[in-house]
């Protein structure tokens, strides 16, 4: 039986073939953004994987909501696996705004499923660590998101070289539309043609502007011109402070593709431009009342970052850890007769916190050693009976090949 195409398995190293998916590099990347959640003051929270179409049908905008995995339910429900998450986050703050002291800062790390064409960079499911501020207007709740953003990357161990955020205004845009154009309800198909620039052939973007009242010189001198909005300045200042300035630069060739953006926007990208976006997000300060059905206003913005990408980039500049699962001490038995007390100290490891295995069944002892190897234990341990008929224990480090013998009560303070 094969997968389904976009889909992936995610196996624990050493991997079956090159192209394989990690699961020891996932869980490298998603340790290094919950870390980075916790560095900046962020809770973790989390919604379902289905969810009601509605909840995305009038609020991200038509690209999105024409790649959902959506079906009617058992109980005649239209419902949708979650493309995104940003809608869900709207409607959990706003159902319990009260319960929690603003900002709310929160972060999470789901699953996402869209029904894309495969290519490079984006398949039908991926995971994506989503940062949050809701409930404040400042231009600080921007620059600190972004820095988190620009933290996570570096926690992989990317650097300025590596990556760099570009940062723009859905404001600035809004004008530049409104000035040339009355027609509200042609924004958004406005916003998809610039948001598709730097993707599509010069004259695809040409036909989609000229439909709209717009020309595609037009467009592109705006977004040489390049002048931070006061809005932006504010954030690049903040940034400056942290001494991450460097990181960011004005740039309205972005613009993201998502309906509900309304202030500034930006997205990550490789610096040597391989690579498709790391990382979007921005300001969506009407998304929350449009979801509480104009209960609740609340002031939000945000960004998300997926493990695809990220991961070929880090792949790409030799990032990805070696042999990130660890065992302290594989614990050998060569002796039958000995089984009984090699349980007995396995216990006492991993009662200690020790990662510790052992075989499960009599085995040869080059097997149980490469068995050792195989789960990149740093000792191996074993049991054997001094002259004197005391129970003593062969530690073996095995990176620098060196062995002590210890009693069985020294083992965990050795292996510590
Ligand atoms: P997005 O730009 O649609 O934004 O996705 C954010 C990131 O998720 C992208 O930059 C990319 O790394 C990754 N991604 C998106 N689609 C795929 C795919 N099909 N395959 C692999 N990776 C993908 C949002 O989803 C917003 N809800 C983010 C946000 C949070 N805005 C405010 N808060």
Redesign the pocket.
């Given at each position: 039986m094969e997968r389904l195409p976009g889909f992936r398995d995610f196996y624990p190293e050493p991997l079956p073939d090159p192209n394989a998916w990690s699961a020891d590099l996932r869980r490298h990347v998603f340790d290094a953004w919950r870390d980075s959640a916790r560095r900046y003051g962020f809770r973790e929270y989390d919604g379902p994987p289905l969810e009601t179409l509605e909840l995305y049908t009038a609020k991200s905008g038509a690209e999105?909501v024409g790649q959902l995995y959506n079906f009617t339910d058992k109980g005649g429900r239209e419902v949708t696996l979650r493309p995104?998450?940003?809608p869900t986050?709207a409607r959990m703050a706003g159902a319990h705004d009260r319960q929690y002291r603003k900002p709310l800062k929160w972060f999470t790390i789901p699953q996402?499923f869209?029904y894309?064409r495969q290519q490079k960079?984006?398949?039908?499911e991926?995971f994506?660590f989503?940062a949050?501020i809701i409930g404040e207007k400042a231009a600080a709740a921007d620059a600190e998101l972004m820095a988190l953003l620009i933290d996570s990357l570096r926690a992989l161990g990317l650097t300025r070289a590596d990556f760099m955020l570009r940062l723009s205004s859905r404001n600035a845009w809004q004008e530049f539309f409104n000035r040339r154009c009355a027609d509200a309800a042609k924004a958004y198909d406005f916003y998809q043609a610039i948001d598709k620039l730097e993707r599509e052939a010069p004259a695809v973007s040409e036909s989609r502007l000229v439909a709209l009242g717009f020309s595609l010189d037009e467009v592109r001198a705006f977004i040489a011109a390049g002048q931070p909005t006061e809005e932006l300045q504010r954030i690049l200042d903040d940034l400056a402070m942290r001494g991450l300035a460097d990181f960011v630069k004005v740039d309205y060739g972005v613009i993201?593709?998502?309906a509900y953006y309304t202030g500034p926007v930006f997205?990550a990208f490789d610096c040597q431009g391989e690579f498709?976006?790391?990382?979007?997000?921005?300001r969506?300060d009407n998304l929350v009342q449009l979801v509480s059905n104009g209960k609740v206003d609340l002031p939000a913005?945000?960004?998300?970052?997926?493990?695809?990408?990220?991961t070929e980039l880090l792949k790409a500049r030799g990032l990805s850890p070696k042999n990130v699962a660890r065992l302290d001490a594989f614990v050998l038995i060569e002796d039958e007769s000995l089984r009984p007390d090699s349980l007995k100290l396995l216990q006492t490891l991993r009662d200690a916190g020790l990662a510790a295995d052992y075989p499960l069944v009599a085995a040869k002892s080059d097997k149980q050693f490469k068995r050792a190897l195989e789960a990149n234990a740093t000792h191996t341990v074993r049991l054997e009976r001094s002259a004197a008929g005391s129970m003593m224990a062969r530690i073996k480090q095995l990176a620098a090949r060196t062995e002590e013998v210890v009693s069985v009560t020294e083992v965990v303070r050795a292996l510590q």
């Open positions: 999105i995104e998450m940003t986050l996402l869209r894309e960079g984006r398949l039908r991926h994506q989503n949050d993201r593709g998502l997205e498709r976006a790391i990382a979007g997000g921005g969506y913005l945000g960004f998300g970052m997926g493990d695809v990408v990220l």
